[in-house]
């Protein structure tokens, strides 16, 4: 059952951080500092005050100019590589000790995983900079938000039902990425006229 949670723990934050990391590392540095709930050992690296209060500045940072229409594109552009190594580094430290392959593999799932996620929020919120009115990117980024705090909470009380939510959203990641794909591509009657 530990392994579970783990990979519950591991996949929701990884998620999360493929939104927005630094909020994930906040809420996860919070959580470690006020015992809102018991973590494992190895969350206690975002138990330094330096790491709080830097995820807290950045997350800020964030929420400002993830408000602006098309400064949340170019902000988006900057963490295309932050955000999908954040997640990789969150899920291995939601591992905590175990062989280096396990690391590694790990690694490559926590980073995949909110490279995933990073990727459909990122496209998203291009689409939406197309509306000429501003009110659905406030919209879309409030969203964002609540879903970033709401799975981290999530995944720090209840990392099963974590697993179970984002287990459906990668699903639905691949499911639409893949259907964005099919329309995108060419109709091979079409090629051949």
Known sequence: MEILATLGRTLGFSLAAGVN????????????????VQLPEQ????????VIAAAAV????????????????????????????????????????TSPTVTGLIA?????????????KAGT??????????????FASLAEDAFVIGLSLLTLKFPLLALAVSLAIVVMI???????????????????A
């Open 21 to 36: 990391l630094y909020a994930t590392v906040a809420v996860l540095g919070l959580a470690a500092r006020f015992n809102w």
């Open 43 to 50: 969350f206690q690296a975002f138990n330094h005050t330096w």
């Open 58 to 97: 950045l997350y800020l940072i964030e929420f400002v100019a993830d408000k602006i229409p098309w400064v949340d594109s170019v902000w988006d552009s900057v963490h295309t590589v932050i955000r999908p190594v954040g997640g990789a580094l969150i899920a291995v430290a939601a591992l905590g000790e």
């Open 108 to 120: 490559l799932l926590g980073g995949t995983v909110a490279a995933g996620s990073h990727m459909t």
């Open 125 to 138: 919120r291009v689409a939406i900079n197309t509306s000429p009115e501003p009110f659905t990117n406030w």
């Open 174 to 192: 691949v499911w639409l990425a893949r259907r964005l794909w099919r329309w995108l591509r060419p109709d091979d009657g079409a090629q051949s």
